[in-house]
Structure formats: structure tokens, C-alpha cells
């Protein structure tokens, strides 16, 4: 199932063994090799210290945040070594101006959907300025369309250009 990264943020994290909330899930550390939450920064209830949540250790998604087995599966970003080098980049998505390989100018990255089963960004939403459209709504680019990610933008193969239109069916 998809979920706009906006119902990610500022999640309760709620113990099985307790019942209880024991952190907010802050924003999402995201791999920018493969577009894959690998975890989320959290905010520990009772100590308030940033902690990690990694997606591994989240049993499921409900209504209520995310659930996990216990406190414990918390995690101080230093102890995290084969993360250092994605948590040390600190990528974000959502601002990230978009461009066709070609060079031409698309639009910001405003919002991006996530398989919650496997973590991995699917989507992307791209907001484009008042005089490319003119309806003000969002291009969605699928993870397929997507050439190249560096730490100044996203590269996506060419968009169709005005298709022709389909020929009249003769009955």
C-alpha cells in the first residue's frame, strides 16, 4: 500500500510489550541510491535524545503510528555503522529540484509515495511553476522514469511530449 510521506512524519512509535507511545517518528532517512527509507530520526519519549528507528524493526503501520516489539529496538545513530554513510549524506527529498536529462526544468519534488511493506519511494510529486501549469496540480513521476539522483537534483528521462490524438473508431 501506498502512503504520502506526509502520513510518515511525526508518527507516534508504540511498544507491543507496553500499549504505550515511547517515541515520535520525525522525518524518514532516506538512501538516495536506491530511494529507500532505510529508518526514521525519533524522538524518545522519556529521555527526549534523537534515536533511530530502523524499518526493519517496524512490525506494522496503523491508524494509531508505527508499531514495534519494545523500546529497545530504538537506536543512537552512532552505534549504526553500516548507515553512517547515508545518515552522514542527510538526503531529502522533498524541494529537490527535477529536470529532464535533456536539461529542461520540471519542477520541485512537493510530496513522494512509499511501499510501506518494502519502504522504497515509488513515486514522486513534482510541483511546477504558475506558467507551465496553469491548474496548478502536481506531475507524478514513477521511481521507473528516474535516471539519475545527485545532491543537487533529480534526473528523469524525457516526458512525453503532446501525444497525437487516437484516430476515430469507425463502427
Given amino acids: 500500500m501506498l502512503q504520502l510521506s506526509e502520513s510518515l512524519l511525526n508518527r507516534p512509535v508504540m511498544s507491543l510489550r507496553t500499549g504505550q507511545q515511547v517515541a515520535t517518528a520525525l522525518e524518514p532517512i532516506i538512501n538516495p541510491s536506491n530511494l529507500k527509507i532505510e529508518g526514521f530520526y525519533c524522538t524518545d519519549r ?3 535524545d ?3 528507528l530502523l524499518y526493519q524493526d517496524i512490525r506494522d503501520v496503523i491508524a494509531q503510528g508505527f ?3 519494545d523500546h529497545d ?3 543512537s545513530a552512532d552505534e ?3 548507515l553512517k554513510k547515508t545518515i552522514d549524506i542527510a538526503f531529502t527529498l522533498v524541494g529537490k529540484p527535477v529536470e529532464t536529462v535533456d536539461k529542461q ?3 520541485k519534488v512537493s510530496d513522494y509515495a512509499t511501499e510501506i511493506e518494502t519502504m522504497y519511494i515509488q513515486k514522486l510529486y513534482v510541483s ?3 506558467f507551465k501549469n496553469l491548474t496548478g496540480g502536481n506531475l507524478g513521476v514513477d521511481r521507473n ?3 539519475e539522483i545527485t545532491d543537487k537534483k533529480i534526473i528523469i528521462n524525457e516526458l512525453l511530449k503532446g501525444a497525437p490524438a487516437a484516430a476515430g473508431v469507425t463502427v
Wanted: no cysteine; proline share 0%; aromatic share 8%.
Fill in 80 to 82: 549504526l555503522v553500516r
Fill in 105 to 107: 526544468y520540471i519542477g
Fill in 50 to 52: 534523537e534515536l533511530v
Fill in 145 to 147: 522514469q528516474i535516471n
Fill in 128 to 130: 511546477q511553476s504558475m
Fill in 46 to 48: 522519556f529521555s527526549k
Fill in 73 to 75: 529496538v530504538l537506536t
Fill in 67 to 69: 508499531v514495534i516489539d
